[in-house]
């Protein structure tokens, strides 16, 4: 008995040193994949100067220089009452509407994680000290700083100074604090330097799990209460609430997973919009990003499944032959992009290390790494591979 024990326990040992070993393999693959272009791109954002909120402001916002103001993508004025409140048109986004902050924080995610990124692969200084200038613009510089809210997010004129749903855009924060998470563990930056942003985050924290908006938008149904769950464990993880990272991971196993996916691993409330499979996609990345960030070895996300078989492991079985085969797709093309879909997505990546799936990772790296389409560009918050591989 204590031989075949110690043959199994020897067994075990060897079956887990081959499985880091290959999936470290399919790491290195990607890495490799993107290096130049990574190098390439941080290089060019060197004499990049910031721009903040406070570069351009809105004349119908109702908040202040400092304050993030964006307005509601798919509203527009109405034709028969030009002056009145804005009409909506599901999945028409209005070129005419206010951008120019959400357009910055984009802007922000793609340089501090690419000068991250770049800062990793090479070890060079100046990379991550030009990521720190752009930090310091947005969350520490008292001229120039976002207020730690979205009090005016997605507005809609003539009827809302700002909503709930406008807590989305802060999506694109997720990457901007994987980066200052990785720079202040591998001292990259000052403990100084990282204790003044992080306390940026923890305040943004604060505000979106208390204030009306954020509640309600973690309560929202569909993809939007999945991005609020990762939008705030990256944000609990980066500032290390501990409290938070749990509430995040039962809400995934208890209110996300059961109630958005169906039995056959599709997303029912993204299939009913005008965009299907943009929003699909949208949410997979979302549920993928959330075990990417909480996953442990003792609480696995990847591994989970409610008691009728609900997991991301269904949900990629039921998505992955239409981001192989997007001809195949069996409902609605979406009615403002299409052929611009798929490209990297987060759930191929982080599936494919996951659950060592080469068809994954080779399918991920044949999609195009460099988008251009802003409709694409906004609904990829998470893109930068070697942040996340290499933390």
């Not at 909120?53 to 908040?63: L, N, P």
């Not at 239409?322 to 001809?327: C, L, S, V």
Request: aromatic share 12%; hydrophobic share 40%; charged share 20%.
């Amino acid at each position: 008995m204590k031989i075949n024990s110690w043959l199994i326990f020897l067994l075990t040992i060897s079956m887990s040193g081959a499985c880091n070993a290959a999936q470290q393999n399919l790491r290195n693959k990607v890495i490799e994949n993107v290096r130049q272009q990574t190098i390439q791109r941080a290089d060019s954002f060197l004499q990049i100067v910031p721009v903040t909120v406070t570069a351009s402001v809105c004349k119908r916002s109702a908040g202040g220089k400092h304050d993030f103001y964006s307005e509601g993508d798919y509203w527009w004025p109405d034709p028969e009452n030009p002056d009145g409140p804005y009409i909506r048109k599901d999945g028409q986004s209005n070129p005419d509407n206010f951008s120019d902050h959400r357009l910055a924080m984009i802007r922000l995610n793609d340089i501090v994680s690419t000068l991250t990124s770049a800062w990793l692969l090479t070890g060079k200084e100046e990379y991550a000290k030009k990521a720190i200038v752009h930090l310091n613009a947005w969350f520490v510089d008292t001229t120039t700083l976002m207020n730690p809210n979205m009090l005016y997010a997605q507005a809609i004129w003539g009827r809302f100074t700002g909503r709930g749903i406008g807590l989305i855009d802060a999506y694109h924060l997720v990457e901007v604090a994987q980066s200052v998470k990785i720079l202040s563990a591998k001292n990259g930056i000052s403990l100084d330097e990282s204790a003044k942003i992080k306390k940026w985050f923890a305040s943004f924290l604060t505000w979106m799990t208390t204030h009306p908006y954020g509640i309600e938008e973690m309560k929202a149904k569909n993809n939007h209460g999945t991005c609020w769950a990762v939008t705030a464990s990256m944000m609990a993880v980066m500032t290390e609430n501990a409290q938070m990272i749990e509430f995040c991971r039962t809400r995934f196993k208890s209110v996300l997973l059961p109630n958005q996916m169906a039995a056959n691993g599709s997303f029912p409330l993204e299939l009913e919009r005008t965009k299907p499979y943009g929003y699909s996609l949208f949410n997979l990345d979302a549920m993928a990003n959330l075990a990417q960030i909480l996953s442990t070895p003792e609480d696995n996300l990847w591994t989970y499944q409610t008691q009728d078989g609900r997991s991301l492991q269904r949900g990629m079985d039921y998505l992955f032959p239409y981001i192989q085969d997007k001809n195949s797709w069996p409902f609605a093309h979406d009615i403002f992009i299409w052929e611009e879909w798929p490209v990297r997505q987060s759930c191929l990546l982080f599936a494919g290390l996951a659950y060592q799936n080469t068809n994954y990772i080779e399918t991920y790296l044949k999609l195009p790494a460099l988008v251009i389409h802003p409709e694409v560009i906004r609904n990829l918050p998470v893109s930068h591979p070697v942040i996340w591989l290499m933390n």
